[in-house]
């Protein structure tokens, strides 16, 4: 009975330790990113929806996205789209499933709230895999990899519905990005029809 209190014991300290290896992998991850001045990064998106590529700029919670396609401004609260095909900017709040859906870093809003997680070692990676602990979250999966010497993050795969989605990240640079590149300015977009969807 005793040895198996004990193995009992044993496993659950090594999943609580394993769980916290997975949030610390994270917590390093998130740092690397939040840094005051800002971060700039490529990345590639391939999912259900199409494949595309561009740069992002983030610092906090906002962020500036550039694509072939479209380009993204969120100041913390709003969000402006132009899509360059038809000289359009739509206006929204973004729902935390809808940030994660074009921002890759929007994790680190996520994993410390509403997520299990576990921690697996590929190579010269961590892969923490999170899992929705409520059925409220519409992102019910995330596989985020993240580079072990440099504690950045490299690849974040999502599941919304029954389509994942991946982005590959890379070149991510510490730089002072200024906070008016996060707010759509109409001076820019002239032409530009503004829809507001709020």
Not at 13 to 27: E, G, M, P
Not at 28 to 45: C, D, E, L, P, Y
Not at 158 to 174: A, H, P, R
Request: charged share 20%; hydrophobic share 35%; aromatic share 10%.
């Amino acid at each position: 009975m005793k040895k198996i209190c004990f193995l009992i014991a044993a496993t659950l300290i090594s999943a609580a330790t394993f769980a916290q290896t997975a949030k610390s992998v994270l917590d390093k991850a998130a740092a690397n990113i939040t840094v005051k001045s800002g971060v700039q990064a490529k990345f590639k998106m391939t999912g259900s929806m199409g494949n595309t590529s561009g740069t992002i700029a983030i610092k906090g919670r906002k962020f500036h996205a550039t694509t072939p396609q479209a380009i993204v401004w969120f100041d913390g609260k709003t969000q402006w789209t132009y899509m360059k095909n038809n000289d359009e900017v739509n206006v929204t709040t973004p729902t935390e499933s809808q940030l994660q859906a074009i921002n890759p870093y929007n994790f680190i809003n996520l994993y410390k709230n509403g997520y299990d997680a576990t921690l697996n070692s590929s190579g010269k990676d961590y892969v923490v895999h999170l899992t929705a602990s409520t059925k409220d979250k519409k992102i019910r999966e995330l596989f985020i990899t993240v580079n072990k010497s440099s504690n950045t993050p490299t690849q974040v795969k999502l599941l919304q519905g029954t389509k994942w989605t991946i982005f590959d990240i890379s070149d991510l640079k510490k730089q002072s990005v200024p906070d008016s590149q996060f707010r759509f300015n109409a001076k820019d977009f002239p032409q530009a029809e503004i829809i507001d969807l709020r």
